[in-house]
């Protein structure tokens, strides 16, 4: 006689259905972190990947998977040769999970001396401890970037769009200088998003995100994600999954939610940045906005090239007069904007750099980087612009008259 399972083995093995019936219109959330088959062999099998199917949460799920392919459309649908995307934990997971799998001990890499803070202490910490070199220079001295690579140079990593100064990466120049020398060029765009530019339809190789920002849109999920070739892909791949930093589900849901309206927040973000920079360089307790809409930005014609029309990115550097105190100031004054981490949601944000950002660098070495000291970084938002550049310019007035 077969026995009747327990009341607990019943609960356990609830039934769950296998494929989902219908074509679901939005994304599901595939919790399961392992998966079940018929035999040993078909086990084996998925886990070689001469079949297809998922076995385990760190190596792959589907809705995580589904989220770097939507990434890899948009950053590549419009090149004459296949790409594709890994999803990760967050940007510095993606960062560090590529810089790894495509260096080696005796490696040395040319980075621009104004990326992203942990991508600098990355580089310039812990990537050392294990033999890989870095040069950092200014990203827009070709002659420095030659002069920099060398035979063990491994990649060339940038931004298109850095921070906080809003330098545009000349990307064709830098592809065609990491080619001659047979290296690979690596760019984090992050600040870019393909709603403004699309590296690799520029001769880049990797292209990377926080997803974290515009992809996510929305402040509420942290991730990141990578983009490249095949052979380069697969590298980056086994990567991630001897290190684990892989997306969460639900993180990759949302994610994916928010790439829908990804050129409708990003082209009204972009207008938005162009027209409070605009307005706000005129008044006359600025010293200096940084953003490449305006004409007088060094970056100005070249994003005209390399991004799509009337898009300059959404992020603008306000510099009033006086010292890191008016800086301060400005940013406590400002009301529709909020004082905050981060960029790319659609809540405008406002943070002194001095004393946030870059609060290890004193006065001087901001200079010596191209930032005032009183400089404010404004991640625009989706609100209405007139009340961004009202509460800006009102900000403003309070300061008119400081030293
Ligand atoms: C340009 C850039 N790259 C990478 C990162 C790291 O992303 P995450 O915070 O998602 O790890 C950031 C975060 O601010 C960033 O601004």
Request: glycine fraction near 10%; aromatic fraction near 4%.
């Amino acid at each position: 006689m077969v026995q009747r399972p327990g009341e607990n083995t019943r609960a356990a093995r609830l039934p769950v259905p296998d494929a989902p019936v219908g074509r679901p219109v939005r994304l599901p959330v595939h919790r399961s972190t392992t998966y079940a088959f018929e035999t040993s062999q078909e086990y084996a099998e998925v886990l070689d990947g001469i079949r297809p199917g998922y076995s385990y949460a760190r190596i792959d799920n589907p809705t995580t998977e589904a989220f770097a392919h939507a990434v890899a459309a948009l950053e590549g649908d419009r090149l004459d040769h296949a790409v594709r995307g890994q999803a990760f934990a967050s940007g510095m997971a993606a960062i560090s999970t590529t810089l790894l799998a495509l260096t080696r001990a005796g490696a040395h890499v040319v980075a621009a001396r104004s990326i992203y803070g942990n991508t600098y202490s990355l580089l310039d910490g812990l990537l050392r401890r294990f033999g890989v070199t870095t040069d950092f220079v200014d990203i827009t001295d070709l002659a420095a970037i030659r002069a920099a690579l060398r035979p063990e140079t491994a990649l060339v990593f940038t931004e298109t769009l850095s921070n906080p100064t809003m330098t545009v990466s000349d990307l064709p120049a830098l592809a065609g200088l990491a080619r001659e020398a047979g290296v690979l060029l690596v760019v984090d765009s992050t600040f870019a998003s393909p709603a403004v530019c699309r590296p690799l339809e520029h001769g880049a190789d990797v292209v990377l995100h926080s997803a974290t920002k515009y992809l996510g849109g929305h402040s509420d999920a942290t991730g990141g994600v990578v983009v490249a070739r095949d052979e380069l892909i697969g590298a980056i791949r086994s990567a991630r999954v001897d290190l684990g930093p892989c997306l969460a589900a639900d993180e990759a849901f949302l994610l994916h939610r928010g790439l829908e309206t990804l050129p409708l927040r990003v082209a009204r973000q972009c207008a938005t940045a162009t027209e409070f920079a605009a307005a706000v360089a005129r008044h006359p307790a600025v010293e200096r906005v940084d953003h490449p809409g305006l004409p007088e930005h060094p970056g100005h014609a070249l994003a005209g090239r390399l991004f799509d029309a009337g898009r300059f990115g959404a992020v603008v550097t306000v510099t009033p007069r006086g010292g890191r105190d008016a800086g301060m100031a400005l940013a406590d004054r400002v009301r529709v904007a909020t004082i905050a981490a981060s960029l790319g949601g659609t809540h405008t944000l406002a943070g002194h750099v001095g004393s946030t950002t870059h609060r290890q660098m004193t006065d001087e070495a901001l200079r010596a980087a191209g930032i005032g000291p009183a400089a404010v970084r404004f991640s625009i938002g989706v609100e209405d612009p007139a009340d961004l550049i009202a509460d800006v310019l009102g900000a403003l007035d309070t300061l008119d008259g400081r030293p």
